[in-house]
């Protein structure tokens, strides 16, 4: 009798800080190895500026760290495993573009612009164009044509596709005129992997350029050159080498090339899938299901939401982060919310508190301020804490806004300004879901994913609580790596869809939090000081634009 054996597949997460690849097997789900890597030169703060909030990675870090993780992760797998290995997949932070030249390599990779940031991948959570999102919201509602943010909720963001470019192109003569086209870093690593060295031939991702770059079938495509050269002229002629054609993240994007099965120890006839954004893949990782809000929580979060198409036929959702077909889960409705920061609240102001020290002595700073938080949660609490430190992502994208905390006295003390903030977080997240219930939309539980959900009962509980919803935790520890490993068992044929791969390879759930009814009257009530305290800053906010 011959034995079968188990077939692998690799999916790799890019993160903010490190990348992650694990070795899963395609029909068990079993999760075999897995490995990080960090990017050295993000690490050493190279080519980023936090006061200007500019945020850039050099490809050499991606191209370094996928190396160095898949092969750390195979080395730690049984022998004979990377022989068994039938597809990869990759996700990514997003939208995270940068600019490339006719090859489809990155202006960065050549000895020219080695050092410039602006021939990098611009990161997500990079804001120097918040003055280019505004400009393209306005134009989309007044140049008397299609509004083509109708299905990115009406507003465009500056963590987005053609702002990012357009503030390049205005302020970095050389790389305008070296980049010949520009590319998502979910597309640019499946084409790198695959040595497509035609950057008009590079398979574009369905996910990135639907709920990034306003791109939609209704349309054609990309919004229309008449638009996007009325904006500014240096947009003019760059649509014609962008794209008008995207792919579902079940395809395959190609083979392994020679040098990259080489490198990764790898046969050659593995499948590269099509790329997509961390977070989406990552909700197929957790288990996602029609109207289940799916929370990746890190730095910041990226709440997924799909619906059979069918049930929302010509319904706009205003005020979200895109409605895609297929963004998600092929053949149905994607949808996107999210928060510009989460766990970036919590370390800022661990990072406040720690001012000065070596960090050594402040290691356990964070777990101090959970512990001494949990015993607030029925005390009395006078601070009231925003969450938008770095701008609000949903709903109604804004990222000129800014947190703010009220309603401190000398009495206040470090745990009750930390518990104000975990609330904030919470109630941002509130903010979303009502929104989406406000649009007809509605969400009957959550899931939540990263390392926050695993790692901080205290900020679950508040979540559940606020919301009065269960919130599931995802077992998996690498959910957005397993989501790209599922999806790399569909793009070489090994399940036939997303709902086979997820019964064949998911993790299930380790926690479930229930809201408590008896503290609930407490938090409406902070919930309401929370969104009094919200429409006073965008108050100032307006006054402030108007004076400038």
Request: glycine share 12%; with cysteine.
């Amino acid at each position: 009798m011959i034995l079968a054996v188990e077939e692998h597949v690799i999916g790799v997460d890019f993160g903010t800080d490190s990348v992650r690849a694990a070795v899963v097997g395609a029909r068990s789900g079993e999760a075999v190895a897995h490995a990080v890597a960090g990017y050295r030169r993000w690490g050493e703060g190279l080519y980023c500026d936090p006061r200007a909030n500019r945020f850039r990675q050099h490809p050499l870090d991606h191209i370094e760290g996928l190396e160095a993780a898949v092969n750390e992760a195979l080395a730690a797998c049984p022998r004979g495993t990377a022989q068994s290995v039938r597809g990869i997949s990759v996700d990514t932070t997003g939208s995270t573009p940068g600019p490339v030249d006719r090859e489809g390599v990155p202006l960065a990779m050549r000895p020219e612009f080695a050092d410039d940031p602006d021939a990098m991948f611009i990161l997500w959570k990079d804001h120097t164009a918040v003055g280019e999102a505004g400009e393209i919201t306005r134009a989309a509602r007044e140049w008397g044509g299609t509004d083509y943010t109708m299905y990115e909720g009406g507003f465009y963001s500056a963590e987005w596709f053609f702002s990012k470019m357009l503030h390049v192109l205005r302020t970095n003569e050389q790389v305008r005129g070296a980049a010949f086209s520009w590319v998502e870093h979910c597309d640019w690593l499946p084409a790198l992997l695959t040595r497509n060295a035609d950057a008009l031939a590079i398979k574009r991702s369905r996910c990135a350029a639907g709920h990034k770059a306003m791109w939609h079938k209704a349309f054609g495509g990309l919004p229309s050159e008449e638009f996007l050269a009325g904006i500014d002229p240096v947009l003019a002629g760059v649509r014609e080498r962008l794209y008008a054609q995207t792919v579902t993240a079940d395809q395959p994007a190609g083979t392994l090339s020679r040098e990259w099965a080489s490198r990764l120890g790898l046969d050659r006839h593995v499948v590269v899938g099509t790329g997509a954004i961390d977070a989406h893949m990552g909700a197929v990782g957790a288990g996602i299901e029609p109207y289940v809000l799916t929370k990746v929580i890190g730095t910041s979060t990226s709440d997924m939401l799909v619906a059979p198409t069918e049930d929302l036929e010509g319904k706009l959702i205003k005020g979200i982060c895109g409605q895609v077909d297929g963004s998600i889960i092929p053949g149905m409705l994607g949808m996107e919310a999210g928060q510009s920061a989460f766990g970036d609240v919590f370390a800022w102001f661990r990072d406040l508190l720690g001012w000065g020290s070596d960090g050594a002595a402040d290691a356990d700073l964070m777990q101090r301020l959970m512990d001494a938080a949990s015993g607030l949660e029925n005390g009395p609490a006078s601070a009231v804490s925003l969450d938008w430190i770095n701008g609000r992502r949903t709903p109604d994208a804004d990222q000129t806004l800014k947190g703010a905390i009220t309603g401190i006295s000398l009495g206040t003390d470090a745990p009750e300004i930390f518990k104000s903030l975990i609330d904030a977080t919470a109630f941002g997240a509130r903010s979303i879901v009502e929104r989406f219930a406000a649009e007809g939309v509605p969400i009957k539980e959550v899931i939540a994913l990263g390392g926050i959900p695993r790692k901080a009962p205290l900020v679950m509980q508040t979540l559940a609580d606020v919301l009065g919803l269960a919130v599931r935790v995802s077992a998996s520890e690498q959910a957005c790596a397993l989501g790209a490993a599922m999806f790399a068992a569909i793009a070489c044929g090994i399940h036939r869809n997303v709902t086979e791969a997820q019964d064949a390879m998911s993790c299930g759930f380790d926690a479930v939090y229930q809201p408590r009814r008896e503290i609930a009257a407490r938090y409406e009530a902070k919930y309401e000081e929370y969104r009094r305290l919200g429409e006073a800053v965008e108050g100032l906010n307006r006054g402030a634009r108007k004076t400038d």
